[in-house]
Structure formats: structure tokens, C-alpha cells
């Protein structure tokens, strides 16, 4: 009895589903699938779930009051992410994913009740989490991104020494950059034929929100305006550098622990190997007594 009402249930939850989308006009999840398909950077597809709850998150966002502020700071994260979405439809997205974890809990009270509190811890991790997932993605974007900076300023001060050109230094340097950089790169040298040099370069700098690369576009400004730039490269320049081997000398920190679990592991083989073989000849001489 209990499989049939489970049963009954699921069929009327997917019957209402289909009626509401239907009555709501939202288009198939393989049209949703390729619109934000397209509005993503790189080669990550869109994943069902996501566009499954997509057309209920753009209805719902219209119900999700922002002040300005917030508004503006989000989309910039967002678009920073390479996350085609408004601020309300990304937290409405989040709150459906939650959401219908926590709708779960309705039928685990009648057949699992001691399930009903873990669900509903879940769907609170879930709505963190995918509140967070914006952050997190920049997060990993500009580490990836400020790992290139010494290197790009070290370009920017040979080329400042020929060429003046700011757009050509920045197109030349792109083609070596990595994906991330590049990508970013892209845009900017899109925004810069399209708008005035400094604009883009503002823009740029507060899509990323890195200090380092705040450094780079005060100094290409100030090349704009017709300063030298040379010096002030050369000791930022000295300065990546220093930083660079900050970086790498924490990352050579975190490697011995890691070695030493590893040496333990190798010492204890050795060790099984030697008393394997004293105690293989102890019982061979000791057969050999009797």
C-alpha cells in the first residue's frame, strides 16, 4: 500500500509539473539547455538540473526584492564568473535547489520520519552552497589569473621599452596567456576598440577585484595619459617577483608533511620486509634443529 501511494504520488507531482509549465509557457529543457549553453564561458555545458529549475527561477526571481548595492556587487561577481544570470535568478535558483530537498521531507514524515531532520539539514548546506558558488568560481578564476600577473608585467616592461601601443601589448601577450587570463583578455581588448582605453581598463579591473591587477591598470592608465611607465613597471616587476616567491616558498611548506606520511609508509615496508626475512630464517633453523 505504502509503494502505491509513493507511486501515486510521484505521478501526480510530475502530471502537475507538466500542467503548470504548460499553463506558464516555459520553454523545453533542451532550449533552456542551449541558451545558457551559450552564455557561459569556455567549453562547460549547462547541467540539466540547472536547467530544469530555470524557467521556475526566472519566475520566481520577480518576487526577490534587492537593494542596489547588493544588486550591482552580485552582478559583477557573476558576470566576473562567467555565470550568464541576474542576481535574482541566481538566489532563486539557489532557494528552488534547496527548496525541493526540503519538499521531501512532506513524504518522509509519513513513511521515514528520523530522515525528515537530515533532509532538512541538507537543504540548508545545498542553499549555502549554491549561494556561495559565484564566489567560489571568482575565487578560483583570479588565483589562476594572479599566478600569470608577474609574468604579464614582466611583458609589459620589455614592450614598454619599444612600443607604446598598449592594445598591441596586451593583444601579443594574450596569445601565450592561459585559458582564464586569456578569456579575460578577450573582453577587454573587445571593450577597449569598442570604448575609450581607460574605461575598458577600469571595467577590467573591477570585473577581476584583484589588487595586483589593480597595480597593472593604474600603471597602463598612466601610460595612456603619457607618463614614462618604465620605472614604475620595472619595480612592480621587483615587487610580482617578490610576491611570486612568497607564493611558491608556502606552497613548498605545505609538501613536507605530505612527504613525511609517505617516508613513514616507505619506512614501515622496509621494516615488514626485514622481519619477514629474520623471521623466515629463524623457522628455517629452527626446522633444520628438529
Same mark, same amino acid.
Given at each position: 500500500m505504502t509503494i502505491l501511494i509513493f507511486t501515486f504520488g510521484i505521478l501526480l507531482a510530475i502530471g502537475l509539473f507538466l500542467i503548470s509549465a504548460d499553463l506558464l509557457k516555459l520553454p523545453s529543457i533542451a532550449t533552456q539547455k542551449a541558451m545558457l549553453s551559450a552564455g557561459k564561458q569556455g567549453k562547460e555545458k549547462a547541467k540539466t538540473v540547472?536547467?530544469?529549475l530555470m524557467g521556475w527561477a526566472v519566475n520566481l526571481a520577480k518576487y526577490i526584492p534587492m537593494d542596489e548595492y547588493k544588486k550591482s556587487r552580485m552582478k559583477n561577481t557573476l558576470n566576473a564568473a562567467g555565470m550568464n544570470l541576474t542576481p535574482e535568478e541566481f538566489i532563486a535558483s539557489a532557494i #528552488? @535547489?534547496?527548496g525541493i530537498i526540503a519538499l521531501l521531507i512532506i513524504p518522509c514524515l509519513m513513511i521515514l520520519p528520523l530522515i525528515a531532520?537530515?533532509?532538512m539539514f541538507l537543504s540548508i548546506i545545498i542553499y549555502f552552497k549554491e549561494i556561495r558558488k559565484a564566489d567560489e568560481i571568482l575565487k578560483i578564476k583570479k588565483e589562476k589569473i594572479e599566478v600569470e600577473l608577474p609574468r604579464f608585467v614582466a611583458t609589459i616592461t620589455q614592450? #614598454? @621599452?619599444?612600443s607604446r601601443d598598449v592594445l598591441s601589448i596586451i593583444e601579443n601577450y594574450k596569445k601565450n596567456a592561459g585559458e582564464e587570463f586569456a578569456d579575460e583578455l578577450d573582453i577587454l581588448t573587445a571593450d577597449m576598440r569598442s570604448s575609450s582605453y581607460e574605461a575598458a581598463l577600469t571595467r577590467f579591473e573591477a570585473r577581476i577585484n584583484s589588487p595586483m591587477l589593480s597595480?597593472?591598470?593604474r600603471g597602463l592608465i598612466g601610460v595612456l595619459r603619457g607618463d614614462d611607465?618604465?620605472?614604475y613597471f620595472q619595480m612592480l616587476?621587483?615587487?610580482m617577483k617578490q610576491l611570486e616567491l612568497q607564493r611558491l616558498k608556502a606552497q613548498a611548506m605545505k609538501i613536507p608533511p605530505k612527504i613525511r606520511v609517505?617516508?613513514?609508509v616507505m619506512l614501515m615496508c622496509f621494516l615488514m620486509t626485514y622481519m619477514a626475512i629474520i623471521v623466515y630464517e629463524i623457522i628455517r633453523s629452527l626446522s633444520g634443529m628438529f
Open positions: 540547472d536547467v530544469f #528552488l @535547489k534547496s531532520p537530515i533532509l614592450e #614598454l @621599452k619599444a597595480d597593472i591598470t611607465g618604465s620605472m616587476s621587483h615587487d609517505f617516508s613513514f
